[in-house]
């Protein structure tokens, strides 16, 4: 089963943000960051602002920066429902540019680097793609951008991947928007909600890979966090 330390890790950066989420309410280098970017570009400024956070997003993840924050930067700047759907398209359009850079310009560039993973990913998620694909993206541990540059360079299908990858985005979107998010609930509270959300996500994605991954494995370190080993 998941490790406490992968537990820990992720409630850590749920607390990280709940401290910059501080920050930005009471310092003055808070309020600068929200004059200069989320405030300035994004609230109140309608589709435009919608469409440029969709943009920033896409290109922060899709080369690598953890879409957890932008999770909940979407959250900060769109409250929580809307900022759930906003983070986790912005996740989807990131994973689609690091997909297609991968599959068109990247197989030669990284298929000595990635070709076994690729050849992993492969065989875990050769008879059942989208199901396999979600469970991947439910899991708390694991590499966003490398799981985006494997599927690339290997045989999988853009579409199940990507429907897949969008709803197994959503859980760990929604606890992150809700730490960012304004709801009026106390702070304490709210984040409180938001490790609990991240456990149960979290436990939830580990049984299903303990339980469906029939002896297979997308990476040594994920299988190691969870307890797991490949089995021949």
């Known amino acids: 089963m998941m490790t406490s330390r992968v537990m820990l890790k992720g409630l850590g950066l749920i607390l990280s943000l709940a401290l910059i989420g501080y920050l930005f309410d009471s310092s003055d280098l808070g309020n600068a960051i929200n004059e200069t970017w989320v405030d300035a570009h994004i609230r109140g400024h309608g589709l435009q602002g919608t469409l440029l956070f969709l943009a920033m997003g896409a290109l922060f993840t899709a080369v690598g920066l953890p879409r957890q924050i932008i999770a909940f930067l979407a959250g900060y ?3 929580l429902l809307p900022g759930t759907l906003v983070g986790a398209l912005a996740a989807l359009l990131g994973c689609l540019t690091t997909f297609l850079y991968a599959r068109i310009f990247g197989k030669s560039l990284l298929r000595d680097r990635l070709g076994t993973r690729a050849a992993r990913f492969d065989r875990f ?4 793609p989208f199901s396999m694909t979600l469970l991947i993206r439910l899991l708390p541990v694991g590499s966003n951008i490398l799981t985006n540059l494997a599927a ?3 045989s999988a299908r853009m579409a199940p991947f990507l429907a897949a990858s969008f709803i197994g985005f959503l859980p760990q ?3 992150f928007a809700l730490v960012g998010s304004g709801i009026t ?3 304490t509270l709210r984040v409180g909600m938001a490790a609990v959300l991240f456990l149960a996500s979290g436990m939830l994605g580990a049984w299903l890979y303990h339980r469906h991954r029939h002896g ?3 990476d040594d370190k994920v299988d190691a966090a969870l307890g797991e080993a490949e089995q021949s």
């Open 77 to 79: 700047a769109f409250d």
């Open 125 to 128: 998620i050769h008879a059942h």
């Open 152 to 154: 690339g360079i290997s």
């Open 173 to 175: 979107t929604l606890v």
């Open 185 to 187: 609930v106390a702070p």
């Open 216 to 218: 297979l494995g997308i």
